[in-house]
């Protein structure tokens, strides 16, 4: 199957609905992109601290919430604070222009903002965005499913996908575009090996990491790797003995095979 490509989320922020609705057609018809429109401040902050998002185009000018008190909040905010944020402008805002400079902004749109400029400045913004790295958690505990993805969302500038098996585990890798896959040290014995065979047998997953921790060890094993880089030393795999749940991370998994046993306490040999 053909994997998916990463979707890129522009977000307009508007207080005029006309304007969310041209700038949503223009912008979907010409580039390869996904609107989302918003009609205020206080909403733009709550959803892009739940969707990633390569540019966000924000009006200056909104009741109760304004651009610029919106753009305070994004650049003060730890996650969202390096997102491309290109301002909304009509005549007669240069005040808040300068303020908005102030805060890193260095593109404007002039409102009203004619199509084919609108087009050729978001373009430019989609270019230079890479879209975000996703990571593939597996884990057949819900608790530890939940403690290991905030693990991630809290630390990393990643999209979390979820796998309760290592059957789905193996649907997801086959359909999207995976960068890491974390897999909870402690899943039933039959899951670990399922998984791993599956990833093990077939070379367009040998560039993915793999590693196999919880999520009280997860922050200290990932901090080792880039979560951003498909590469990983092939026999870089931690001495379980030593460190409890710590884990393995290696790119050669066909020469691994009982590393999922080890993890969780067995000493077995198993053919994968």
Do not use: W
Request: hydrophobic share 45%; with cysteine.
């Amino acid at each position: 199957m053909k994997k998916q490509a990463a979707e890129k989320f522009v977000m307009v922020v508007d207080d005029d609905e006309m304007n969310l609705q041209i700038a949503k057609m223009i912008l979907e018809r010409k580039l390869d992109c996904k609107v989302i429109g918003v009609n205020n401040g206080s909403e733009a902050i709550s959803r892009l601290r739940k969707q990633r998002v390569c540019v966000v185009l924000l009006d200056i000018m909104m009741p109760d919430f304004d651009g610029i008190e919106t753009l305070q909040e994004i650049r003060a905010d730890e996650k969202l604070k390096d997102i491309p944020v290109m301002m909304l402008t009509a005549s007669g805002e240069m005040e808040n222009v300068k303020k908005a400079h102030a805060l890193g902004v260095t593109d404007y749109i002039r409102k009203p903002f004619m199509p084919a400029e609108l087009i050729e400045r978001v373009s430019k913004k989609l270019i230079d965005v890479e879209p975000p790295k996703k990571v593939l958690l597996v884990a057949d505990d819900k608790t530890e499913l939940q403690l290991m993805r905030a693990v991630l969302e809290k630390n990393f500038s990643c999209e979390v996908t979820t796998a309760p098996s290592a059957d789905e585990a193996a649907e997801i890798l086959l359909e999207d575009d995976i960068s890491l896959v974390v897999a909870y040290a402690d899943m039933k014995f039959v899951e670990g090996v399922k998984l791993l065979k599956f990833i093990a047998h077939d070379e367009q997953f040998d560039e993915i990491p793999f590693v196999l921790s919880n999520a009280d060890h997860l922050l200290e094993v990932l901090e080792k790797i880039p979560v951003d880089e498909k590469s990983a030393e092939p026999e870089k795999i931690a001495e379980v003995d030593k460190v409890p749940h710590s884990a393995a991370i290696h790119k050669d998994k066909g020469k691994h095979g009982n590393v999922v046993t080890t993890a969780i306490g067995y000493k077995l040999d198993v053919n994968v």
